[in-house]
C-alpha cells in the first residue's frame, strides 16, 4: 500500500512513526483480525498524530479506502452507512487515514442486533491504586463465575482493565444491558466504599468505577492489541489471568513490546474464548 506522510511521528513521548504503526498492525495482524474483522467499527484519527486533534469515526467513506466497507444499519436519525474491514487491508486503508485506534461493537455485521461479547471497564477514581484495581477485575471474575460465566482480561493501555465475556449471539441489546448492569450494582452495593457503578465524577473519588454501559446498542470498546492515541504508545494487550499479578500498569506495554510479545506467544492468552457458548442467567 502507499502511505503518505510515513516519517510523521505520532505519538507523544515516543518516535514511532506512521510506518511504525502500519509495520506493527501488519505483524499483529492474525491477532488483531480476529477481534476486528466482521464488526462495525468506530475509529480514533490523529492527522497530525496524538499529540494534535484526534476524532472518532464511525461511518463509512469512500475516502477511506476500498478495503473498508460500508453496513447501513438502522439509527434513531435513520439508516446510516457504518463501517467495517475484512482484513488486513481494511486495516492499513485505515492508518493511511490516520487511524490508531480501533473500537469495534460487541456484535457482528451478520447479526448486529445480537451482542456476542460484553465489556466491563475498570477505571480508577482519583486516589485508585493499581493493585486496587487488580483486586477489583479479580473481585469482578468471582463474581461473573457465580452467575456461570467465565471472563478474559485485558490491559486497557489506559487508565484500568477490561473484563470481557464472550456469550453466544442470542440475547438484545437492552438484555445484554440490564445483565452488566445488575453486575455492577451488586459489586458497588456489596462494597460501596471500593466500587461505583454511575458516571458521576463527585461520586467516583477513591473508587473504581465500574463502567457497563459500553454494552448497548452502538457503544463499542477498544480492541485488544489496538494502540491508544496515548503518550508512549501504549496498547490494549490481552493478559492470561494468571499474568495480572505480574502487570506493573494498564500501559505497561508499548507498541514495539506488544510487536514482540505478539511474535513470540506460543499460545493464545484469550485461548478458548471462541469457543465458549455462553449464555446470560435466567433473570429472577
Same mark, same amino acid.
Given at each position: 500500500?502507499?502511505?503518505?506522510?510515513?516519517?510523521?511521528?505520532?505519538? %507523544?513521548?515516543?518516535?514511532?512513526?506512521? +510506518?511504525?504503526?502500519?509495520?506493527?498492525?501488519?505483524?499483529?495482524?492474525?491477532?488483531?483480525?480476529? %477481534?476486528?474483522?466482521?464488526?462495525?467499527l468506530?475509529? #480514533?484519527? @490523529?492527522?497530525?498524530?496524538?499529540?494534535?486533534? @484526534?476524532?472518532? +469515526?464511525?461511518?463509512?467513506?469512500d475516502?477511506?479506502?476500498?478495503?473498508?466497507?460500508?453496513? $447501513?444499519?438502522?439509527?434513531?436519525?435513520?439508516?446510516?452507512?457504518y463501517?467495517?474491514?475484512?482484513?488486513?487491508?481494511?486495516?492499513?486503508? #485505515?492508518? +493511511?487515514?490516520?487511524t490508531?485506534?480501533?473500537?469495534p461493537?460487541?456484535?457482528?455485521?451478520?447479526?448486529p442486533?445480537?451482542?456476542?461479547r &460484553?465489556?466491563?471497564?475498570?477505571?480508577?477514581?482519583?486516589?485508585?491504586r493499581?493493585?486496587?484495581i487488580? $483486586?477489583? $477485575?479479580?473481585d469482578?471474575?468471582?463474581?461473573?463465575?457465580?452467575?456461570?460465566?467465565?471472563?478474559?482480561?485485558?490491559?486497557?493501555?489506559?487508565k484500568? #482493565?477490561?473484563?470481557v465475556?464472550?456469550?453466544a449471539?442470542?440475547?438484545? !441489546?437492552?438484555?445484554?444491558?440490564?445483565?452488566?448492569e445488575?453486575?455492577?450494582?451488586?459489586? /458497588?452495593?456489596?462494597?460501596?466504599e471500593r466500587?461505583?457503578?454511575?458516571?458521576?465524577k463527585?461520586?467516583?473519588?477513591?473508587?473504581?468505577?465500574?463502567?457497563?454501559?459500553?454494552?448497548?446498542?452502538? +457503544?463499542?470498546?477498544?480492541?485488544?492489541?489496538?494502540l491508544?492515541?496515548?503518550?508512549? /504508545?501504549?496498547?490494549?494487550v490481552?493478559i492470561?489471568?494468571?499474568?495480572?499479578g505480574?502487570?506493573?500498569r494498564?500501559?505497561?506495554v508499548? #507498541?514495539?513490546?506488544?510487536?514482540?510479545?505478539?511474535?513470540?506467544?506460543?499460545?493464545?492468552? !484469550?485461548?478458548?474464548?471462541?469457543? &465458549?457458548?455462553q449464555t446470560?442467567?435466567?433473570?429472577?
Amino acid at each position: 500500500m502507499r502511505l503518505t506522510s510515513a516519517d510523521r511521528v505520532m505519538f %507523544e513521548g515516543a518516535t514511532y512513526t506512521k +510506518q511504525d504503526v502500519a509495520d506493527y498492525y501488519r505483524g499483529v495482524a492474525d491477532r488483531l483480525l480476529p %477481534e476486528l474483522a466482521g464488526r462495525p467499527l468506530s475509529l #480514533l484519527r @490523529c492527522p497530525d498524530g496524538a499529540c494534535g486533534e @484526534c476524532f472518532f +469515526q464511525k461511518h463509512h467513506a469512500d475516502s477511506l479506502g476500498g478495503h473498508v466497507h460500508a453496513i $447501513a444499519l438502522r439509527q434513531k436519525s435513520g439508516i446510516e452507512p457504518y463501517l467495517y474491514v475484512d482484513d488486513i487491508g481494511g486495516v492499513l486503508d #485505515l492508518v +493511511q487515514m490516520n487511524t490508531l485506534e480501533f473500537h469495534p461493537w460487541g456484535s457482528r455485521t451478520d447479526a448486529p442486533e445480537r451482542p456476542d461479547r &460484553l465489556v466491563f471497564d475498570l477505571d480508577p477514581g482519583k486516589g485508585v491504586r493499581w493493585p486496587d484495581i487488580v $483486586a477489583a $477485575a479479580r473481585d469482578m471474575r468471582r463474581t461473573l463465575k457465580r452467575a456461570g460465566l467465565e471472563s478474559f482480561v485485558r490491559l486497557s493501555g489506559g487508565k484500568g #482493565l477490561h473484563v470481557v465475556v464472550p456469550i453466544a449471539p442470542g440475547p438484545s !441489546w437492552d438484555e445484554a444491558r440490564g445483565f452488566c448492569e445488575g453486575v455492577a450494582q451488586a459489586m /458497588a452495593e456489596r462494597a460501596p466504599e471500593r466500587y461505583v457503578a454511575t458516571m458521576s465524577k463527585a461520586r467516583r473519588g477513591g473508587k473504581v468505577f465500574i463502567d457497563w454501559l459500553r454494552n448497548a446498542r452502538g +457503544q463499542t470498546s477498544v480492541a485488544s492489541w489496538s494502540l491508544r492515541a496515548r503518550r508512549g /504508545a501504549p496498547v490494549a494487550v490481552p493478559i492470561r489471568w494468571e499474568q495480572l499479578g505480574k502487570m506493573a500498569r494498564p500501559d505497561a506495554v508499548d #507498541l514495539a513490546a506488544a510487536g514482540r510479545r505478539a511474535a513470540r506467544l506460543r499460545k493464545d492468552p !484469550w485461548d478458548g474464548f471462541d469457543a &465458549l457458548a455462553q449464555t446470560l442467567p435466567a433473570r429472577e
